[in-house]
């Protein structure tokens, strides 16, 4: 059984396709959704879901909210005297929702389509398929969220759309536009933020209601830990019913003040809260005129405008989008269930279509295919500090370019390429991925060595990079994701890890010769072994071994685009 996971900001749905229909799983309390809070006791047992935003109301010390936007840092997360990684915490929903899933279905749960905003970086993809490792999955696949809520709306229509998905959360932001017909789906583009979404909404009106209360008490408030505790959970309520009321209230009992406890009450009405965030809605705004011009949809060109995320429900939302997109067709029914949905849909149809058992099922997935976009820039720094884009934004993925660099002294050994994801024309404003060094280049005069850099997305949108000599072909040295690689033994160890999985998915993909192949099986047999004996000696030499082999399967598979672009 493969599910489809929405791993969201605050919520965390996972769903699966029932005959032809996709369905939310509900979790052990018979919730549709599952809050992403994770607690870890004080034995050290991790809480999931609904007893964690419980327990975080005595122990706000020992809970994480809103783990997502923490995936791909490198930092630990202390919960007493228990450490994790951002990554073990997603691992622990995961298996949270999938150990549900299994009881519902009564099925084991090996393989999930996660679902991530279109503009997570390449680390924080990178960070979920280990964190769906770590949760005990054999196969984990990443689908953009956008691209899945537009999966779920036009699942096995025939009719040609034009669909613009605008899909605001708890913590991300974006706006991707495509078209469909029959099963068949082409990303045009696809424009975001990944920090806008309702936590930011919130933050703004906390800001709001503790200077109004500043204001009547005549002293700071913002470090009192009584207020902070009281604003945690009311003011999302508030948000919310601000979403169907005209006013709502605030109140913070038991604040100190002159010696005395004071209740504190603050009033917020709509006009107020829309006041407050229309800047950061104009700012989604100007990003979909953009997307829908980069899409070539012209402005009414658009024939369905798909609301996904929680954050839809705020009436400005709606009359902002409104305005600035005129599509007949508007969808707005399940806008926190419909990434989850999408995600299994595109799990069982699009990648177990040929284990399709029933001729109907076959007729019915047939020619499903999915073409999504890179979502960033990805490019280069020039010597004198210039950035280059080598894949731009909105190519379509899985996609692979070379650029070839070369020396600027005489005998010059090693060439240092920095990768970077961005817009802006100079390399120090944009985001680094990291640096590499081409090392043993054999010496010659400068300009004469030429060193082919491949560059290439998978369609999890993560990002490879190797090189070899374009002249005699000889690698070089190769680095694949920068940031992977490190020193000290648990990276290598992490490192390999990730190397064997890459090179299972580019294999899966790339046609290769049998003795190739066999070639692969023998260096990933290898490199299991070398993972669980944990020497690090062995784990370095595997680690080359399975860059090499990834390089000759970046250059198959190029070799191969090549054709097919050229064709
Ligand atoms: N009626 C409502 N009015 C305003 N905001 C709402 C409403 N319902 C939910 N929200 C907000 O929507 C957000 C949660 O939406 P959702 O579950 O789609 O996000 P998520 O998937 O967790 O986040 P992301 O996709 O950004 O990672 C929260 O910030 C919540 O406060
Ligand atoms: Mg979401």
């Not at 998915?505 to 993972?531: P, Q, S, W």
């Amino acid at each position: 059984m493969i599910v489809g996971v929405d791993l969201g900001t605050t919520n965390t749905g996972i769903a699966f396709l029932d005959g032809d229909t996709a369905r939310i799983i509900p979790n052990d309390r018979g919730n549709r959704i599952t809050p992403s809070v994770i607690a870890f006791d004080e034995n050290g047992e991790a809480l999931v879901g609904e007893p964690a935003r419980n327990y975080a109301s005595t122990h706000p010390d020992r809970t994480v909210f809103g783990v997502k936007r923490l995936m791909g840092d490198t930092l630990t997360i202390a919960f007493g005297s228990v450490q994790r990684t951002p990554e073990q915490i997603s691992a622990c929903i995961i298996r949270k929702v999938c150990d549900d899933a299994q009881a519902y279905l009564g099925e084991r749960i090996r393989a999930a389509v996660i679902a991530v905003p279109a503009h997570f970086s390449d680390r924080a993809r990178v960070a979920t398929i280990d964190a769906g490792r770590l949760a005990g999955l054999s196969e984990v696949h990443l689908i953009n969220e956008p691209t899945a809520a537009a999966i779920a709306y036009a699942n096995d229509s025939p009719r040609k759309r034009n669909i613009v998905v605008y899909d605001l959360g708890g913590g991300t932001f974006d706006v991707t536009c495509l078209e469909s017909k029959n099963n068949d789906y082409t990303v045009r583009s696809s424009r975001g933020k990944a920090d806008l979404g309702g936590r930011t909404f919130d933050s703004i009106m906390r800001t709001h209601v503790v200077e109004k209360l500043e204001t009547e008490i005549g002293r700071p408030l913002r470090d009192d830990p009584i207020v902070s505790h009281h604003l945690e959970e009311s003011i999302e309520r508030a948000k919310i019913e601000l979403s169907s009321r005209e006013t709502t209230g605030i109140a913070v009992p038991f604040v100190s003040a002159s010696g005395r406890a004071m209740h504190l009450e603050c009033e917020i009405t709509r006009a107020q809260f829309d006041h407050l965030i229309r800047s950061r809605l104009e700012e989604t705004i100007r990003l979909i005129r953009l997307a829908v011009q980069e899409a070539g949809f012209d402005r009414n060109g658009s024939d369905t405008l798909v609301y996904s995320g929680g954050s839809c429900r705020i009436p400005i939302v709606q009359s902002l989008v409104h305005a600035a997109i005129r599509a007949p067709e508007q969808y707005m029914a399940n806008p926190d269930e419909i990434v989850a949905l999408g995600a299994a849909v595109y799990a069982e149809r699009f990648l177990r279509r040929n284990a399709s058992r029933t001729a109907a099922r076959r007729t019915a997935t047939e020619g499903a295919r999915l073409r999504d976009v890179a979502a960033f820039n990805l490019g280069v720094e020039l010597d004198d500090g210039r950035y280059v884009p080598v894949l731009p934004r909105n190519t379509p993925i899985p996609a692979t370019r070379t650029r070839t660099v070369t020396t600027v002294s005489d005998n010059q050994s090693a060439v240092q390429i920095h990768v970077l994801q961005g817009d802006d024309g100079t390399a120090e404003n944009n985001h680094s991925l990291g640096r590499f060094v081409l090392s043993g280049i054999q010496k010659a005069a400068r300009g004469e060595p030429r060193i082919d850099v491949v560059f290439s997305i998978d369609e999890n949108g993560i990002t490879h990079i190797a090189a070899r000599d374009a002249k005699t072909r000889a690698v070089q040295k190769i680095v694949v994701a920068p940031h992977r690689t490190g020193t000290d033994k648990k990276s290598d160890h992490d490192r390999v890890v990730a190397l064997i999985r890459d090179v299972r998915v580019l294999l899966e993909k790339t046609r290769v010769d049998a003795d190739f192949e066999r070639e692969c099986a023998t260096v990933i047999a290898d490199a299991e072994k070398a993972v669980s004996s944990k020497d690090p000696t062995y784990l370095a030499e595997l680690g080359v071994a399975l860059e090499t082999v990834l390089l000759e399967l970046t250059t198959i598979l190029e070799s191969e685009e090549a054709r097919f672009e050229g064709a």
